[in-house]
Nanobody
């Protein structure tokens, strides 16, 4: 089992920045990839970004490309999401997830965190 705990959410004005963290514990040696997703009220969960744990390769949704950066610290078993130039449309609960099989926007993510709220005001 892998446990994921997100932190770093909050409220910011449009144009501001936030950095989310996701600390993994448990059987983290089995992690192949990790991703960030978000879900706004009344909307389906949306893919945001992902990273291949070993090589650090990254992929982003078009909606965040150039504004968000995903990174990881293998020693701390932590993945980060640096969010810049935030827009009201970025308001959502952000979840991190890990996959033991693959990585990418269509990967099978086995484990999920509880989520952290990000609110961007205009």
């Amino acid at each position: 089992q892998v446990q994921l705990v997100e932190s770093g959410g909050g409220s910011v004005q449009a144009g501001g920045s936030l950095r989310l963290s996701c600390a993994a514990s448990g059987r983290t040696f089995s992690t192949y990839g990790m991703g960030w997703f978000r879900q706004a009220p009344g909307k389906e969960r949306e893919y945001v970004a992902c990273i291949k744990w070993s090589a650090g390769s990254t992929h982003y949704a078009d909606s965040v490309k150039g504004r968000f950066t995903i990174s990881r610290d293998n020693a701390k078993n932590t993945v980060y999401l640096e969010m810049n130039s935030l827009k009201p449309d970025d308001t959502a609960v952000y979840y991190c997830a890990s996959s033991t099989r693959n990585w990418g926007p269509g990967a099978e993510y086995n484990y999920w965190g509880q989520g952290t709220q990000v609110t961007v005001s205009s």
